[in-house]
């Protein structure tokens, strides 16, 4: 009897596939487990030599044949249905039931074999996993080497920042010392300037005089000469005088005969002659005397000569008395030998004259000739000391042009210090923190007491360091910069000038001032713009900006520029531009606890803040907006306590958005420009604020509590930072935690009585200063916007 397997068809290879694919995976193991644990005794059965080659042959013809648990265990538990005689029948059962067997240990067989192919397949591909996981671990190790070297770099980078930092303050420090010694020779050179103009003047004096005494010298000299030939003219006529007289003498000797005569009548005349020639000597001793000093001589000389012409005039007189008398008396014509003798010893006396003229003439020529080697020396000296005067007068010009040159390596080492120090501050993050000083008021109270603020002198803190002094204890700060009570307008907008030309780069640049009621926040953003120079930072960075952007508008540049302004007060927020609110209106809904429309702040991802409902004006002139700042101040809220006549009682937000577009380059710009007035701190105790003012002191410390609560967070790195705490905060997020260009001023009031509340500000200042809200980010875009903006 045939068993029913013996009827039953062998299943094709395809469908033995889907009926393992309809099995679980599970059990496919179990089963081929099972088949694992049998093999021993399917392999020892297929040692027996129980079939023949050509039963093997046909059941190969059969084909593939699969088996499920169920038919293995269907098979192995298959016995032989025969007769208990029917030998035949069971022998064939049993000859099936080994071919079936042998099949199912050969498909056995082939599933071990496939199971070994699959095993080597998964060590080779875990293999290749491994290699592969090495390879990443590799790569991950080679990542952060680089890493490591990198940030190494920039530890260097740093590194050698700070060195140039140093090397540059230490430049700066050698060029200050450089500059005072450069002073100091200036200063010595001016002074040896002066002594050398002094002596100088005394040197031209002296050749002054020296040039009058040569030209009294030279008169004088002309003179003697003009006295000389005078005197060689007399001489001459007096030889020819002696002639005559000698001839007359030759006839007197001839009629001396009728002369003996009248000799004695003679006498008594020649007695008179003697006697006036004892005159005439006493005369001109009495002039050689005169003519012994040159400096009374110079003065007399003139005189003498005149005398001496009288003398020879009253001579010539004699001796024309004489001839007369010589022409009536012929007999006395002839004189005697002693008369004779008396002419001879005068014409002596008259050359030794002219010799002694001759001396005084030669002596006036050697003085005249030292005059002159004095004169030549003083101009030799002269000439000395204009070219010494000349060399310091270069040397001086050089001095001045290396103090000019280190005046401008100064400036310029100070603008690159800055601009290091700033891009030290962008790269780490950190808010720039300017503190100003304002000067003591008449009104203050401790007008008369001294100042509690002091100014560190030294080289490296000059400029960036305040000393506050309570109680005796000093207690230093340092920030980015310091304006002392003395600086000006302009010079707090010159810090500030770069800063604000960011945003028309692209930028987003938050200025806010911080600081107790009085202490001259409202002075420095706002200022008097009915004074130019008493303008404050909002209406100087408003005229820089329109200023920059028309210069820009030669390289392509158009730029389109949006203001809102707007007040927090006692946490509302209001728009000082609404042409439909009054500031009565508003303080009226304030007091009863109702508002108009009511304002919600909004931050998009790209972290730019709007306002629901805010009035934005276009603006393309520095009037216009000068007329809107106008309109928001008349509506800013203000109101008068014990500290301050004018307190603001609000904080003023000023917004400035910048769009720019570059039509050659296709470029495009977003900036925005937050220039902010906060309300100041003040205790009630001080401000003795009552009613609605306590209200909004008590406003005002909670907001600024906040923002001190921001600090806070931010300076210690802490997961969640309390923006929403105060609306205040709330609108500065972008600020105090982006990727804005932050500046805080902190501004002191130097009255004594104010050092407690001075030295809080100065310290949430430093916590300021020490607070990293991330690098600052530019808003550009290469992609034109599909609507393009109107550009006036």
Known sequence: MASRNQNRPPRSPNSKKEGLGSIPFDKRRKVETQGTGRRQAFSAVNKQDITTTSDVGSIEECGKVDFTKDEVLALLSERAKAGKFDTKAKIEQMTDIIKRLKVCVRWFQQVDETHVQEKENLKVSLESAEQKYNHKELEAMTK?????????????????LHDKLAKEESSKQDAIECHRREKESRVAAEKV????????????????????????????????????????????????????????????????????????????HSKSLQDQLASSRVLQDDAIKQKDSLLSEVTNLRNELQQVRDDRDRQVEQSLKLTEEIGKYQENVGKSSQELD?????????????????????????????????????????????TEFEGQKHLLCELHYRLADMEHQLCEGELLRKKLHNTILELKGNIRVFCRVRPLLPDDGGRHEATVIAYPTSTE??????????????????????????????????????????????????IF??????????????????????????????????????????QGWKYKMQVSMLEIYNETIRDL???????????????????????????????????????????????????????????????????????????????????GVNESTEQQVQGVLNLIDLAGSERLSKSGATGDRLKETQAINKSLSALSDVIFALAKK?????????????????????????????NISPEPSSAGESLCSLRFAARVNACEIGIPRRQTSQKLLDSRLSYG
């Open 144 to 160: 952060e080497e680089e890493l490591q070297a990198t940030i190494s770099n920039l530890e260097e980078n740093v590194v050698s």
């Open 193 to 268: 300037q002066a002594s050398l103009g002094e002596e100088l003047d005394k040197v031209k004096e002296e050749k002054l005089t020296a040039n009058q005494k040569v030209t009294s010298l030279e008169d004088m000299y002309k003179r003697l000469q003009e006295y000389n030939t005078s005197l060689q003219q007399y001489n001459t006529k007096l030889q020819t005088d002696l002639e005559t007289v000698r001839a007359a003498l030759t006839r007197a000797e001839k009629e001396k005969s009728s002369i003996v005569e009248n000799l004695s009548t003679l006498r008594g």
């Open 342 to 386: 008396s002419l001879i010893a005068k014409s002596g006396s008259l050359e030794e004259t002219c010799s002694l003229q001759k001396e005084r003439i030669s002596m006036l020529e050697q003085q005249l000739a030292i005059a002159n080697e004095k004169q030549k020396i003083a101009d030799a000296s002269v000439s000395l000391t204009r």
């Open 461 to 510: 803190a000059q400029g960036r360091s305040v000393d506050l002094v309570q109680s005796g204890n000093k207690h230093p700060f340092t920030f980015d910069k310091v304006f002392n009570h003395d600086a000006s307008q302009e010079e707090v907008f010159f810090e500030i000038s770069q800063l604000v030309q960011s945003a028309l780069d692209g930028y987003k640049v938050c």
């Open 513 to 554: 001032a911080y600081g107790q009621t009085g202490s001259g926040k409202t002075y420095t953003m706002m200022g008097r713009p009915e004074r130019p120079e008493q303008k404050g930072l909002i209406p100087r960075s408003l005229e820089q900006i329109f200023q920059a952007s028309q210069a820009l508008g030669a």
């Open 577 to 659: 531009l609404s042409s439909n609110r009054t500031t009565s209106m508003e303080l009226v809904r304030a007091d009863s606890g109702t508002s108009g429309k009511q304002y919600t702040i909004t931050h998009d991802v790209n972290g730019h803040t709007h306002v629901s409902d805010l009035t934005i004006f276009d603006v393309s002139s520095i009037g216009k907006i000068s007329s809107l700042l106008q309109q928001a101040a008349q509506s800013r809220s203000v109101g008068k306590t014990q500290m301050n006549e004018q307190s603001s009682r609000s904080h003023f937000v000023f917004t400035m958005r910048i769009s």
């Open 718 to 746: 802490e997961d969640h930072v309390p923006f929403r705490n105060s609306k205040l905060t709330y609108l500065l997020q972008p600020c105090l935690g982006g990727d804005s260009k932050t500046l805080m001023f902190v």
